[in-house]
């Protein structure tokens, strides 16, 4: 006898209904749709304009140059304050940054009064030299000396080290010595090389490695060979000071924050996916840290920023919750231009929605502050300090619960006024009532749809290096037949375009390191790779808020039982206000025409109503046919 419960059949009849959360898998597919990735890189590139402009108003983060391990390494301000480990150390932060500044400025002093010219350039005495550093001019001071030292030495060190490869080249030969030895010999050649040129480029090589890479270009006795030596040396020690004091102007805070932000986003996706939930807990503190410290020490520069990014996502924001709604409610698809109408015409309630609960905690928080100063009040203030107190934890509670509502109920904001069509207050209470009906439902959604993001940010990414790889070498296997105009150790488009790595998408270019073509060719494509790995930023942006929306719509069904397919959709005014043209009359079936036509049918006869019967009983006598005469006829 045939099993009727085949695994077909079971498996069709398995119930998907009853795990909702099945849903939040399809953020993927709504999130890589073009209309949503172009409208979050276009958000993506109008703030990155906005923060480089506020970095030309706003002094940037100071920075630290400091030797780790005999390397070079450039700290920002933002990076040292995410690394002190105690609270006191934080809350002592300025007073750290003035000795960091003092640390910087005295470096810079004892390179300059170690200047190994003797000419105008350099500061006469101690006391000119902390004048320069004092005032911020030891760049324009320096300036001519070390542009002078760097065209001679850069087309010096390219003809020393040609010589030397032709020696060890000719050596090897003539000896017919171990090939393995003549590899090694010229690997530490190019070391060497590469070394020296970013000395001279970028100044951020240690002395005792300089020294090194100095005597395996130039390891001879003859003194115009030593000349050659010295003018490297002294070009590298200008390069040293010129960069060091141009860095400890400090970098800009929106770039300094951006790259922040950025890395230590791509090291909690890391770690989640690796399934190391404490490290990643650490990276998250961190990046807390990080938003501390710009609200801390850059206030005015943070509000900016802030008002900025959410007047931009309240628009771009907007647009793609409402395609992703329209998507997942009726499979609807809408274009950006229709998306970004609906943001724009709604504007108002996104914007403000995030605001109001803000605008809350802070007033009540300085009502509670203004009361409280009765309290100050001598004598009387001891009186009324306890029915104070009672004031002020009920605006505590309310505080508390605004601020866990505004956090955790954040994601849905957005969702609900693209979903429902309503206003601000609808959105805050929405938000508010579904994260406190079902906070461990949010969690759960949440934390799945967290880890979920990490796999496809960790995806995209690996998606882009492998494309950026491939295109680096099939267009380098052609480009690099010709090398570098001022680094023959290295092809033109590597020059041009670094190699990218996964870690690292878009390696730094060394722009001292170019002439004017190379320079023009490398910002035309730093361009173009800068807006392809920004597109892994916006497909971040794109599945936050398409991941949100899909959340949205679960919540909503378990609280309000209301149905997926339920969402707001807007008619045209033209539509509403058009004339509706009336519903014709059906007509009857013509049938076919005989083959003869009907002889019509003659007029029927004009009926008139039927007279009264009267009964013969009553009927009157008739009288003579004789006419009557007329009253005015005279008689015969």
Known sequence: MADN??????????????????????????????????????????????????????????????????????STE??????????????????????????NDGKILDLLMAAPFEDKNKPKNREEAEKWIKEGVVNAKVHDQYYEGFYYSIPLLKTQYDRTR????????????????????????EEAYIGLFSALTRGDQTSDDRDIWVHRIIDTTDKEKAKNKDMLAHTMEWARIYHLSDS??????????????????????????????????????????????????NF??????????????????????????????RDE??????????????????????????MIIVAIALATWVVSLLAAIPYVGEIIAPALILMALLGGFIIALVTIGLIGGYNLMYPTIAVEGSDNFDAISRSFSYLFAQPWRMGFYSLIAFIYGAICYLFVRLFVFLMLTAVHTTVGSAVNIDASANISILGKLDAIWPAPEFFNLQPAINWWGLNYTETFAAGIVWIWIALTVAMILAFVVSFFFS??????????????????????????????????????????????????????????????????????????????PAPKKKPDEPSE
């Open 547 to 624: 991941i949100n929306t899909t959340i949205y719509f679960l919540l909503r069904q378990r609280v309000d039982a209301t149905e997926l397919e339920d969402v707001f959709v807007e008619q045209d005014f033209e539509e509403l206000t058009e004339e509706q043209p009336l519903t014709p009359t059906p007509e009857p079936p013509i049938d076919k025409a005989p083959a003869e036509a009907p002889t019509p049918p003659a007029d029927p006869p004009t009926q008139h109503p039927p007279a009264p019967t009267i009964p013969l009983e009553h009927a009157e006598k008739p009288e003579d």
């Open 248 to 297: 400890a102007k400090g970098h800009g805070i929106f770039r300094a924050f951006l790259k922040f932000k950025a890395w230590h986003l791509h090291q909690i996706a890391t770690e989640l996916v690796r399934g190391d939930f404490a490290m990643a807990k650490n990276q998250c503190h961190e990046l807390l840290l990080g938003i501390c410290w710009l609200f801390r020490f």
């Open 300 to 329: 005015l520069y943070a509000m900016l920023l802030t008002l900025i990014g959410g007047a931009v996502w309240s628009i771009v924001g907007g647009a793609i919750c409402r395609m992703t709604a329209l998507q997942v409610a």
């Open 166 to 189: 032709g020696h060890i080249e000719k050596r090897f030969k003539k000896t017919n010595a171990n090939q393995d030895l003549r590899k090694e010999t010229l690997e530490r050649l």
């Open 333 to 358: 698809r809408i274009g950006p231009m229709a998306a970004l109408r609906f943001s724009m015409g709604k504007f108002a309630s996104f914007f403000t929605a995030p605001l109001i609960p803000c």
């Open 78 to 103: 933002l990076d040292i304050y995410t690394s002190l480990k105690s609270k006191e150390a934080r809350n002592n932060f300025e007073n750290y940054l003035l000795n960091v500044k003092e640390y």
């Open 5 to 74: 419960n085949s695994p077909t059949e079971i498996q069709s009849s398995f119930d998907w209904s009853k795990f909702p959360f099945i849903k939040i898998f399809n953020g993927f597919a709504l999130a890589r749709r073009p209309g949503k990735l172009l409208l979050a890189l276009m958000g993506i590139v109008i703030l990155c304009f906005v923060g480089t402009i506020l970095d030309f108003i706003f002094p940037g983060a100071m920075v630290m140059s400091s030797e780790i391990d005999g390397k070079i390494v450039i």
